[in-house]
């Protein structure tokens, strides 16, 4: 009997990635589809703003950022992703300047919290409630569960024990969590005996042969009615997108291929207006693409998807923050 060979067995396990369809779709009036996100009933736009970049736009041009989030909001993107280490708290602070004047009522605002403990939980959440000029944050995610200990540390540190209290308190609406470096991680933290609203994690085509998220940990989290929240579809980075750049794979075809997957919304990093209104046009009356569009797309990536060249914050720590290196004694970046 022939035994399948590695490559056989991951072209099988990247098949498996889009036998779950898209969830369902909702129409707006602007034509950007909104989702449901996973149990909570909340409908989030399908692509969501990254504060990273955002923050990173208004270091140099603060007008032009916000500029670009109420574009972002007036066409229909009203999930905001942030983070309390964003630029040592600036990506939030700018992101608190484009909400003000109303604007904070008009999206879902997620941000993360860097800390394990209660202490340190707290202080984030205070420092992200004063950067972002409002009282309640809509999900609050633990940050980059990336290590084996992480999952643990959250529960027996006091970080979730400080959570609850912050959704009693009003302060908080829905807990979640985020990791980037493998999927075991996540499913360790899916499994443990809390019902998380949201769960974020890399969604792109390289991801379907290594590591793989959408093959480990979404059909965990649409089992357990965590709403999936998809990042780093080109592959990372601040101004050089590694898929789109290393690979003959279109940033078009990454942004479609993570929008067919079973993901709630997909979080994209924008430095240019232009880059914005691409993804709108992208987003409108959204279609995921067919089984067959999805294998051509795949069979793209595979010859340089095995080893993780493309996913860096899998196969390295380029991606891991300051805040994650210091908790696990790595040195700093």
Known sequence: MHSPSRRDVLQTAAMAAFTLPAPAQRDSANGLPTR?????????????????????VGQKDRKEAIRMMHAAIDGGMTFFDNAWDYHDGWGEEMMGLGLEGGHRNRVFLMTKNCAPDYEGSRKCL???????????????????????????WV???????????????GKV???????????????????????????????????????????????????????????????GGQVQARIPSKTAITAEQCVRFALSLPISVLVR??????????????????????????????????PEAEDGRHELFKSTQVFDGAPHRKLHGFELA
């Open 36 to 56: 449901a996100l996973g149990r909570t009933g909340e409908q989030v736009s399908i692509l969501g703003l990254g504060g990273a970049h955002v923050g990173r």
């Open 126 to 152: 205070e420092d992200s409630l004063r950067r972002l000029k409002t009282g309640r944050i809509d999900l609050w995610q633990f940050h980059e569960m990336n290590y084996d200990n992480d999952p643990d």
């Open 155 to 169: 529960f027996e540190k006091g970080g979730l024990k400080f959570a609850r209290e912050a959704v009693k308190a």
């Open 173 to 235: 609406r829905y807990i979640g969590f985020t990791g980037h470096k493998d999927p075991r991680i996540h499913v360790k933290m899916l499994n443990k005996p809390f019902p998380w609203a949201g769960a974020q994690m890399p969604i792109n085509v390289m991801d379907a042969f290594y590591r793989s998220f959408q093959n480990e940990a979404v059909p965990l989290c649409l089992k357990k009615g965590t709403g999936v929240i998809g990042m780093k579809s080109l592959g």
């Open 269 to 302: 990093g924008y430095m240019t207006m232009d880059q914005i209104e691409g993804d709108l046009k992208i987003a409108r009356g959204f279609k995921p693409l067919t089984d067959a569009e999805k294998k051509e797309i795949l069979a793209l990536a595979r």
